[in-house]
Nanobody
Framework: QVQLVESGGGLVQAGGSLRLSCAASRSIFTINAMGWYRQAPGKERELVAEITSGGTANYGDSVKSRFTISKDNAKNTVYLQMNSLKPEDTAVYYC??????????????WGQGTLVTVSS
């Protein structure tokens, strides 16, 4: 019911910044929460940040004060601004839409992922 396309990944030096974008195929205002997850080699996928339809943001402990999630409802796009990047932030970053606001059924909607590599 929704397609997600991420962009903005790349190679950056430690201490640098990147901004990821996630474009949705439907109005993100209809989605309960949009999130960014990441998966590093050999590790489980983990929540980086999420933002609700009302604009409330939550962050994983390892990225608090460095990353900022935001959204533009008019563009149906969610962003992840990543500052003070560390080598341990290296991972494939995925965008996720959890469910429609009026439904309890999970959408299980994921983007294809975008690779972020932070060099030391």
């Amino acid at each position: 019911q929704v397609q997600l396309v991420e962009s903005g990944g790349g190679l950056v030096q430690a201490g640098g910044s990147l901004r990821l974008s996630c474009a949705a195929s439907r109005s993100i205002f209809t989605i309960n929460a949009m999130g960014w997850y990441r998966q590093a080699p050999g590790k489980e996928r983990e929540l980086v940040a999420e933002i609700t339809s009302g604009g409330t943001a939550n962050y994983g402990d390892s990225v608090k004060s460095r990353f900022t999630i935001s959204k533009d409802n008019a563009k149906n796009t969610v962003y992840l601004q990543m500052n003070s990047l560390k080598p341990e932030d290296t991972a494939v970053y995925y965008c996720n839409a959890d469910r429609l606001r009026w439904s309890r059924v999970p959408l299980d909607a994921w983007g294809q992922g975008t690779l972020v590599t932070v060099s030391s």
